[in-house]
Nanobody, 121 residues
Framework: QVQVVESGGGLVQAGGSLRLSCSAS????????IGWYRQAPGKQRELVAV???????NYADSVKGRFTISRANAENTAYLQMDSLKPEDTAVYYC???????????????WGQGTQVTVSS
């Protein structure tokens, strides 16, 4: 069984920074891609950033130049560095990992429980 856990959320003033972490643990697996998503009250969940196996990244236009996604493969961990935060970044942030596991190395997606990020004006 694989578990994905986020951490690092909190309350910060506009212009401040936070770093979120997403860690995977459990039975033998390999992580393909990791994505950060967010969902604000009354809105749909949206993709914020994603990083692939080779380190290739993609960002939502709203966070380009402010957020940086990275991964530490040896630690099965990914990070989302969020700088120049704005009140509109307030949301629950979720991590989704695409993981190959099991005897057939099938790919599955695993979601974390979410971490709250609140940016005050």
């Amino acid at each position: 069984q694989v578990q994905v856990v986020e951490s690092g959320g909190g309350l910060v003033q506009a212009g401040g920074s936070l770093r979120l972490s997403c860690s995977a643990s459990g039975s033998t697996f390999s992580i393909n891609s990791i994505g950060w998503y967010r969902q604000a009250p009354g809105k749909q969940r949206e993709l914020v950033a994603v990083i692939g196996t080779g380190g290739n990244t993609n960002y939502a236009d709203s966070v380009k130049g402010r957020f940086t996604i990275s991964r530490a493969n040896a630690e099965n961990t990914a990070y989302l560095q969020m700088d120049s935060l704005k009140p509109e970044d307030t949301a629950v942030y979720y991590c989704k990992a695409i993981i190959s596991t099991g005897p057939m190395r099938n790919s599955y997606q695993y979601w974390g429980q979410g971490t709250q990020v609140t940016v005050s004006s």
